[in-house]
């Protein structure tokens, strides 16, 4: 089974430009989130979708970061226009109910660089 | 509002030694509690979690017992491997979902284990 997967895995930009990553969950997960984590900071959550609604986006930075989810499957973060505070990795992470409760299974995350 | 401390990195410790990684949270109601590890170049896994006080999480040899009346979550290994070098970061879930919301992060803990 493929886990969670997040394109591109590095990226770099300058301030102004706009950039959109993608997570794909794993496959039946109708849970997706998004973090991010700072350069020596704790990694912070940003929004939680259960299916293609917004559960959570309390932790969203500000009007320039719009998350989709498309149909409940993949979903997509944009960032417009990026600024310097921006940069980060990002984290996508999906889970579904068992029997244990539920587990977030996290991607390698996208490395973002705004110059 | 939710957080989570644990001790600063890097620890450095030989092979067999005993572990012990400190963490202390501060929620409102009853939250479920976990620890992620994160190896070089791979994504946050979860080690193990408690969704009670009282509950002892155990995975590889790692152990931790969710402590209600001191607020903590330390995670321990009896005798640690070069190979549990990595990233372990303490969280927690506060709305009882057992993780299915968003989780709150610590910073993380580099563990390094020399031969």
């Known amino acids: 089974e493929a886990g969670v997967t997040q394109f591109p895995s590095h990226s770099v930009i300058e301030k102004g430009q706009t950039v959109t990553l993608r997570c794909d969950p794993i496959?039946?997960?109708?849970?997706l989130y998004w973090y991010r984590r700072v350069m020596g900071k704790e990694i912070k959550f940003l929004l939680h979708?259960?299916?293609?609604?917004?559960?959570?986006e309390s932790g969203m930075p500000n009007n320039r970061f719009l998350a989709e989810r498309t149909g409940g499957t993949y979903s997509t973060l944009k960032v417009q226009p990026a600024e310097l505070e921006d940069s980060g990795v990002y984290f996508c992470?999906?889970?579904?109910?068992?029997?244990?409760?539920?587990?977030?299974?996290f991607g390698p995350g996208t490395r973002l660089t705004v110059t | 509002g939710n957080s989570v401390t644990q001790m600063e990195g890097p620890v450095t410790l030989s092979e067999e030694a005993f572990l012990t990684i400190n963490c202390t949270y501060t929620?409102?109601?009853?939250?479920?509690l976990f620890w992620y590890v994160q190896y070089p170049g791979e994504g946050l896994q979860l080690l193990l979690k408690?969704?009670?006080?009282?509950d002892k999480g155990s995975n590889k040899g790692f152990e931790a017992t969710y402590r209600k009346e001191t607020t903590s979550f330390h995670l321990e290994k009896g005798s640690v491997q070069v190979s549990d070098s990595a990233v372990y970061f303490c969280?927690?879930?506060?709305?009882?979902?057992?993780?299915?919301?968003?989780?709150?992060f610590g910073k993380g803990t580099h563990l390094i284990i020399q031969p």
């Open positions: 979708f259960v299916k293609e609604s917004k559960q959570d």
């Open positions: 969280a927690l879930s506060d709305r009882g979902g057992g993780g299915a919301d968003g989780l709150t």
């Open positions: 408690a969704t009670k006080a009282d």
């Open positions: 992470a999906s889970s579904q109910r068992t029997g244990r409760g539920y587990e977030q299974y």
């Open positions: 929620a409102t109601g009853y939250p479920s």
């Open positions: 496959s039946g997960h109708d849970n």
